[in-house]
């Protein structure tokens, strides 16, 4: 019997509705993260069997407990929930800018996998995977990549919220590995997306939700605490 559950935030649309997708052809029962209950109902009824509605803000704490009260056991967390508030670079963009920016890209992810800890804990295989970017990359942004033109200062507010959620993800993996968790980061790639003007010129986002179901479906030898690329290969720091 397939009784494994999987979360996904901000699942109602772009990479996290593929990935939503992904999981519950898997089999996986996937709670759909919505803050707006309208359009996470059409993402579950888009996704089909499987996909379950789950109201969740994850800047608001108190919506965040009361989803939680709803989950017995996770067995998959995938904190996909994101922003990007423009594309300026740090000398012009105010500081609300960035409170803004990780309010959601990084104490969203702490409070959503703080508040989730406990049903994680009651699964045999844990797997936590953060939806981070390859302009969060220090190495990638001063070095040749795969990705992105390096040497641009712009959408500061953004590439250091991902910045600092890669931080949190290998705090969160040195920390959860003698449980048997598997914490890793993804840089998905430029996608078609509504996250920002340019994202809209992007790739397919169901190509990156691929190495996000790839690292939620990692074996016990897996790794953790890793950065990686939508194919696959590991990211720099």
Do not use: C
Request: charge should be negative; aromatic fraction near 6%; hydrophobic fraction near 40%.
């Amino acid at each position: 019997m397939n009784d494994r559950t999987a979360l996904v935030t901000g699942a109602n649309k772009g990479i996290g509705k593929d990935i939503a997708r992904l999981l519950a052809a898997e089999g996986f029962t996937v709670y759909v993260g919505s803050r707006d209950p309208g359009r996470g109902k059409r993402a579950v009824e888009e996704i089909g069997a499987g996909a379950r509605l789950l109201v969740l803000d994850v800047t608001d704490p108190d919506g965040i407990a009361q989803a939680a009260a709803q989950v017995d056991r996770l067995d998959v967390l995938v904190n996909n929930a994101g922003i990007a508030p423009s594309l300026a670079p740090p000398a012009d963009t105010p500081v609300e800018e960035f409170r803004l920016a990780y309010e959601t890209n990084v104490f969203g992810v702490v409070a959503v996998t703080n508040a989730f800890l406990p049903a994680l804990r009651r699964s045999p295989h844990p797997r936590i995977v953060n939806i981070s970017s390859g302009t969060g990359s220090l190495t990638w942004s001063t070095h040749p990549n795969p990705q992105f033109t390096p040497g641009s200062g712009g959408g500061a507010a953004y590439r250091s919220s991902k910045a600092a959620l890669n931080a949190l993800t290998i705090f969160y993996a040195q920390t959860l590995d003698e449980d048997g968790f598997k914490v890793n980061a993804l840089a998905p790639g430029l996608r078609a997306t509504d996250l920002n003007a340019r994202a809209a010129a992007g790739g397919d986002p169901a190509e990156a939700a691929q190495g996000a179901l790839r690292l939620a479906l990692l074996p016990d030898d897996g790794p953790t605490g890793g950065f990686f690329s939508w194919d696959g290969t590991p990211v720099p720091w």
